[in-house]
């Protein structure tokens, strides 16, 4: 990770550099900021940036990116570049393995060279297919720190250890972990991110040199979302608003409103065939959606109440009680006829029987299949004139 790759953070990126410059780098340093504002593409950054070999770094105010130490850190594989992070037992370990920031290394390089360094708790936990809850930084990782540091650096003159979410640290870790902040072994720098300081542990935090990781600023979040979501210049001005300062919440947004587009594309299509019936792209769609996640096939059932829902009341002329998107409106309008108060309930029970369905691991293709033979026939009840 470059400073260059980093998303605004410039004054924060001077004083860092200031920091090795004047041979002042503090032995443990706290980044604490919200979600998205690049808290860990920093620390591993400066990590980099302390590292690097290049004679020229302090003139270029940046890694040289191709020397042999920065080599290695842009796959994360650095001798002397070391992690911790909230870990816990999951399928993921060998036969009587223990979880352990060791045991996972390879799911974490790989999660943040995917995420470009921008990663969240719940990203870490999806990758590892855990519980929120049961994760933590554990003892068996603190009383690792000592015998990691305690070889002399391969080849930096620091050995780093990045410790992630230290507000996840277990209580019964805490004294071998602060044991090590208050007599650090000789050349080494701990680099602790952190959302919150007021879930450290108060001893914790006191050993640690604070550096607050602010919002990115608007004109650099504008041009990250122009140059690596590939918006206009307007779309990524309205993103920027919604996002307030974190570049994870502008791709968060971002990847809704697509997976959205998505779901209402799909959405369209499914209800088409239903409706002719045409089986062939009866089929098709429900082997399509059948591959899908179970997260993914329930998302996209969701939408398609919510898409009913939205019929309905066009049809009823409650339209403003409703959002619907401008783009959406057309086939919401077209489709309202066969959405009415006489099988609007059929359809929410169909669909949740689905999502209730897809939740207990059913052949995802035989859900839908189901479901399509089902809504196919409601289509075709009419209105009771209840009068
Ligand atoms: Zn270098």
Same mark, same amino acid.
């Given at each position: 990770?470059?400073?260059?790759?980093?998303?605004?953070?410039?004054?924060?990126?001077?004083?860092?550099?200031?920091?090795?410059?004047?041979?002042?780098?503090?032995?443990?340093?706290?980044?604490?900021?919200?979600?998205?504002?690049?808290?860990?593409?920093?620390?591993?950054?400066?990590?980099?940036?302390?590292?690097?070999?290049?004679?020229?770094?302090?003139?270029?105010?940046?890694?040289?990116?191709?020397?042999?130490?920065?080599?290695?850190?842009?796959?994360?594989?650095?001798?002397?570049?070391?992690?911790?992070?909230?870990? !816990?037992?999951? %399928? +993921? =370990? *060998?036969?009587? $393995?223990?979880?352990?920031? #060791?045991?996972?290394?390879?799911?974490?390089? @790989?999660?943040?060279?995917?995420?470009?360094?921008?990663?969240?708790?719940?990203?870490?936990?999806?990758?590892?297919?855990?519980?929120?809850?049961?994760?933590?930084?554990?003892?068996?990782?603190?009383?690792?720190?000592?015998?990691?540091?305690?070889?002399?650096?391969?080849?930096?003159?620091?050995?780093?250890?990045?410790?992630?979410?230290?507000?996840?640290?277990?209580?019964? !870790?805490?004294? %071998? +972990? =602060? *044991?090590?902040? $208050?007599?650090?072994?000789? #050349?080494?720098?701990?680099?602790?991110?952190? @959302?919150?300081?007021?879930?450290?542990?108060?001893?914790?935090?006191?050993?640690?040199?604070?550096?607050?990781?602010?919002?990115?600023?608007?004109?650099?979040?504008?041009?990250?979302?122009?140059?690596?979501?590939?918006?206009?210049?307007?779309?990524?001005?309205?993103?920027?608003?919604?996002?307030?300062?974190?570049?994870?919440?502008?791709?968060?947004?971002?990847?809704?409103?697509?997976?959205?587009?998505?779901?209402?594309?799909?959405?369209?299509?499914?209800?088409?065939?239903?409706?002719?019936?045409?089986?062939?792209?009866?089929?098709?769609?429900?082997?399509?959606?059948?591959?899908?996640?179970?997260?993914?096939?329930?998302?996209?059932?969701?939408?398609?109440?919510?898409?009913?829902?939205?019929?309905?009341?066009?049809?009823?002329?409650?339209?403003?009680?409703?959002?619907?998107?401008?783009?959406?409106?057309?086939?919401?309008?077209?489709?309202?006829?066969?959405?009415?108060?006489?099988?609007?309930?059929?359809?929410?029970?169909?669909?949740?029987?689905?999502?209730?369905?897809?939740?207990?691991?059913?052949?995802?293709?035989?859900?839908?299949?189901?479901?399509?033979?089902?809504?196919?026939?409601?289509?075709?009840?009419?209105?009771?004139?209840?009068?």
């Amino acid at each position: 990770m470059l400073f260059s790759e980093i998303i605004g953070q410039q004054n924060i990126i001077k004083s860092l550099i200031k920091t090795v410059a004047e041979n002042r780098v503090a032995h443990a340093q706290l980044f604490y900021g919200n979600q998205g504002h690049g808290k860990l593409a920093l620390a591993l950054a400066y990590a980099q940036f302390i590292s690097c070999r290049s004679e020229n770094k302090f003139q270029n105010e940046d890694s040289c990116g191709t020397c042999p130490s920065c080599v290695k850190y842009n796959k994360l594989i650095h001798p002397d570049l070391h992690f911790i992070y909230p870990v !816990a037992e999951s %399928k +993921l =370990l *060998k036969a009587k $393995e223990k979880a352990s920031s #060791k045991a996972y290394i390879k799911q974490w390089r @790989e999660m943040l060279i995917e995420n470009n360094y921008h990663v969240s708790l719940n990203d870490w936990y999806t990758k590892l297919d855990i519980e929120r809850k049961q994760a933590g930084i554990n003892t068996k990782d603190c009383s690792s720190i000592i015998h990691t540091l305690s070889y002399t650096s391969y080849e930096s003159e620091y050995k780093i250890m990045i410790i992630w979410m230290i507000e996840k640290l277990n209580y019964q !870790a805490a004294p %071998k +972990l =602060l *044991k090590i902040l $208050e007599e650090p072994p000789e #050349k080494t720098v701990f680099l602790l991110i952190a @959302e919150q300081t007021d879930l450290i542990i108060a001893t914790i935090l006191s050993r640690l040199h604070l550096i607050k990781i602010p919002k990115i600023d608007n004109q650099s979040l504008t041009q990250a979302c122009i140059n690596e979501l590939g918006l206009d210049e307007k779309s990524a001005t309205n993103l920027v608003y919604l996002a307030n300062g974190s570049f994870k919440k502008a791709n968060r947004i971002h990847h809704q409103f697509q997976n959205r587009q998505d779901n209402f594309n799909l959405f369209v299509k499914w209800m088409r065939a239903c409706y002719l019936p045409d089986v062939k792209i009866i089929l098709q769609t429900c082997d399509k959606l059948g591959k899908e996640n179970r997260e993914q096939a329930k998302n996209f059932l969701k939408f398609g109440i919510e898409a009913l829902r939205n019929c309905l009341m066009i049809g009823i002329n409650q339209e403003n009680i409703v959002r619907i998107i401008e783009q959406e409106r057309e086939f919401y309008t077209k489709f309202s006829p066969f959405v009415n108060t006489a099988n609007i309930s059929s359809f929410n029970e169909e669909f949740n029987k689905a999502i209730f369905h897809i939740e207990r691991n059913v052949n995802g293709n035989m859900v839908f299949v189901d479901l399509s033979l089902t809504i196919s026939k409601l289509m075709r009840i009419k209105e009771t004139n209840l009068t």
